[in-house]
T-cell receptor
Framework: EPEVTQTPSHQVTQMGQEVILHCVPI?????FYWYRQILGQKVEFLVSFYNNEISEKSEIFDDQFSVERPDGSNFTLKIRSTKLEDSAMYFCASSPGRGTEAFFGQGTRLTVV | AQSVAQPEDQVNVAEGNPLTVKCTYSVSGNPYLFWYVQYPNRGLQFLLK??????LVKGSYGFEAEFNKSQTSFHLKKPSALVSDSALYFC????????????FGTGTKLQVIP
């Protein structure tokens, strides 16, 4: 069964450093997302990406965040200068079209120290 | 703005008994509704969805949910709970006419007692 793959599973970084989280969505999907979950709390939407551009973003997704689909298979989330409060589980997801469910990866646990 | 409410932080049920996890929603247009389950240190697994059609939708692992438009609810149910159903359950909604953003509830921890 196809699945969304995220790497690494756990990333530790120092405050102020840049971090890139990697995702390989399901191959025939068209919509891509990043969500985050702080310590078992609510799952929060960050950004959606369609047709090689951001289609929607939340207020959390400020100038420190960016996304990229560099090669047609990977979908990355970059945080330019990490803060302690960026520590969370980051989930990548993809869906084949509008009105369909999103399939989530296993997540990357980001710890900023 | 769209929102989801899961009024119960935790639901306890005895194994073999029916279970219900409650969810209410708010959207400006027609809703697309979803249930996801999260096991410890794992990602979100899709259980079921309501897009259109029958109000009672059936999903994975024997779960079902009933869409009630007048009460703006989408409660998750299962006739007979298993200990392995113990997990964190998230209800989610998006506006059918809007963007792709899906809004999640705060989650309900289901504890099935042997």
């Amino acid at each position: 069964e196809p699945e969304v793959t995220q790497t690494p599973s756990h990333q530790v970084t120092q405050m102020g450093q840049e971090v890139i989280l990697h995702c390989v969505p399901i191959s025939n999907h068209l919509y891509f997302y990043w969500y985050r979950q702080i310590l078992g709390q609510k799952v929060e939407f960050l950004v959606s990406f369609y047709n090689n551009e951001i289609s929607e973003k939340s207020e959390i997704f400020d100038d420190q965040f960016s996304v990229e689909r560099p090669d047609g298979s990977n979908f990355t989330l970059k945080i330019r200068s990490t803060k302690l409060e960026d520590s969370a589980m980051y989930f990548c997801a993809s869906s084949p079209g509008r009105g369909t469910e999103a399939f989530f990866g296993q997540g990357t646990r980001l710890t900023v120290v | 703005a769209q929102s989801v409410a899961q009024p119960e932080d935790q639901v306890n049920v005895a194994e073999g008994n029916p279970l219900t996890v409650k969810c209410t929603y708010s959207v400006s247009g027609n809703p697309y509704l979803f249930w996801y389950v999260q096991y410890p240190n794992r990602g979100l697994q899709f259980l079921l969805k309501y897009i259109t059609g029958d109000n009672l939708v059936k999903g994975s692992y024997g779960f079902e949910a009933e869409f009630n438009k007048s009460q703006t609810s989408f409660h998750l149910k299962k006739p007979s709970a298993l200990v392995s159903d113990s997990a964190l359950y998230f209800c989610a909604v998006r506006d059918s006419g809007g963007y792709q953003k899906v809004t999640f509830g705060t989650g309900t921890k289901l504890q099935v007692i042997p």
